[in-house]
């Protein structure tokens, strides 16, 4: 009893620590909270001149983060709302809602009266109810210099059958918040965690609340046992059974003044509901201890269910907070969580079947040829990566990484085979996973994964993204391209010494179109003058070296050892990483 009252006080005492941060910040919060609701207020009345629904066809969306991507549960349509873009100066919000067509492998805009106002970094879940519903929660505003910001708790649900944005307002809902997690579960929003943020100060968040589909109420669980430490970006998963699982996330705590540390969890958790009713106090929080293969700690990862009862997760960064000089480690891997096994794995590519049976065949015929005698097979190699450089239109050369899989992969895979394959161009040698990245869109329609956008950085760069992919998540032979990156995409300016001016920072948070035609003209107008060449076959660029180089520091560090004097590792990885290139140069 003494041990139960003692973990009693102390969540109470938590609770109560919890509150009173809450009311500082948001005290604090509020000044620059009201001056963006006017901003906000001045794009609603441009957003309510909109009196009639238009679909029309359209380029591919702009690059972007943070936005929602959710597969409409009976068309073989993906769901795109709002996100956001940033330049180097200046920081653009959208609300525009985009439909892609699967069959078409085309976009289309949807313009509709009375839309939620622009926000990044918010949730959306799709049901089946009346020809499909896509529900949206919270998320942010940020002014365009990204100084401040407000974040929403507003609820919006758009009726797809009748292309109608409605707000939903209901008392009793969680408080503001950005980078929470919300899935539909037996007719329910569940929603946990997420942060508030203000110029001084932040909170972030471990609390639950339901939505219930049915009598349109908010609810707030108070489960029982010890649950996650407070955290956002986390992976949040239903089960068949109506329970929730919980994974990683990120969060933050102030050590001394302006000094904050980060913090990447990667425990995991189930919130389960027990009874038939799963009223508000029949939840409980249980820890779990999975097996397999973790993913690696990392942040911005997404998350998607998958087929046979699995989830999956993708992508990510992992920032060196100790090491300033070194940049964050980007992924694109798959990982997938069996739910009934409670077990991890990483996804492996398989390769066209065509190509196996192809490789067998080479295989017996040389078998035969040599008369019997056993062939003296190369040792397994790894996936094999290549970097593609793309000149921006600011001439900014940027690296793409490719991955073609290797031996590794396939046991019976031979050295020859590799040759034959880079000859006659096939399936495997040209396949091309999605360049590492963070804080991308997936969503999952017939068993097909699709990741669309995210971020990566380049030194100081911040690289916003606009490609599509997709793969088989039932065959996982390799990726396909729907769309590439366009490099004419990318605008990235210094930051600017003086502050910007007023009517521009309406402009930028509007989402940026009056300055994207603008750069097209200037563009045109400087062709040939600006243009900066690509790479030359041969030339060993000074900027892919250093790009490299910090992906070879780790690998150059784990070779000589922990001892190793940085010069000498720095030296070792500039090397590799010129040797990589020339190599990389003659494949090509």
Known sequence: MGKKGKRDKKGKGAEKTLAKMEKKVSRRAKKEEEDLEALIAEFQNLDAKKTQVIESSCPPPSPRLNCSLCAHPERDELILFGGEYFNGQKTYLYNDLYIYHIRKNSWAKLDIPNPPPRRCAHQAAVVPTAGGQLWIFG?????????????????????????????????????????????????????????????????????????????????????????????????????PEGNIIIYGGYSKQRIKKDVDKGTLHTDMFLLKAEGAGKEEDRWSWSRLSPSGVKPSPRS?????????????????????????????????????????????????????????????????????????????????????????????????????????????????????????????????????????????????????????????????????????????????????????????????????????????????????????????????????EQQHPAVQPGEAQPHYVARTEQYWLRLARGHMGPEAKDKKVLKVAHAMAKTFHEDAIQMS
């Open 139 to 239: 998320g942010e505003f940020a002014s365009p210099n990204g100084e401040q910001f407000y974040h929403y708790k507003d609820l919006w649900v758009l009726h797809l059958a009748t292309k109608t944005w409605e707000q939903i307002k209901a008392p009793g809902g969680p408080s503001g918040r950005s980078g929470h997690r919300m899935v539909v579960c037996k007719r329910q929003l569940i929603i946990f965690g997420g942060f508030h943020e203000s110029a001084r100060d932040f909170i972030y968040y471990n609390d639950v609340y339901a939505f219930n589909l049915d009598s349109f109420t908010w609810s707030k669980l108070a489960p029982a046992g010890m649950g996650p430490a407070p955290r956002s970006g986390c992976q949040m998963t239903p089960t």
């Open 300 to 528: 911005g990862f997404a998350v998607a269910t998958a087929p046979n009862n699995r989830c999956l997760l993708f992508g990510g960064v992992h920032d060196e907070e100790e090491e300033e000089s070194i940049e964050g480690d980007f992924f694109n891997d798959i990982y997938f969580y069996d739910i009934g096994k409670n077990r991890w794995f990483p996804a492996q590519l398989k390769g066209p079947k065509a190509e196996r049976r192809k490789r067998r065949r080479g295989r017996q015929a040389e078998a035969e040829a040599a008369g019997g005698e056993e062939l003296q097979l190369p040792p397994p190699q790894g996936p094999l990566e290549i970097v593609k450089e793309v000149v921006a239109e600011d001439g900014t050369v940027m690296t793409i990484k490719q991955l073609i899989p290797g031996a590794a992969e396939d046991k019976d895979r031979s050295g020859s085979e590799e040759e034959d394959e880079e000859e006659e161009g096939g399936a495997l040698g040209q396949a091309v996973e999605p360049c590492p990245r963070s804080s991308a869109m997936v969503a999952v329609k017939h068993g097909v994964l699709y990741v669309y956008g995210g971020m990566f950085e380049v030194g100081d760069r911040q690289v916003t993204l606009s490609d599509l992919h997709s793969i088989d998540l039932h065959r996982m032979e390799q990726w396909k391209v729907l769309l590439e990156m366009d490099p004419k995409t990318q605008e990235w300016l210094e930051e600017s010494e003086s502050d910007e001016e007023e009517d521009d920072d309406v402009e930028g948070a509007e989402g940026g179109e009056e300055e994207e035609e603008s750069s097209e003209e200037e563009s045109e107008d400087e062709e040939g």
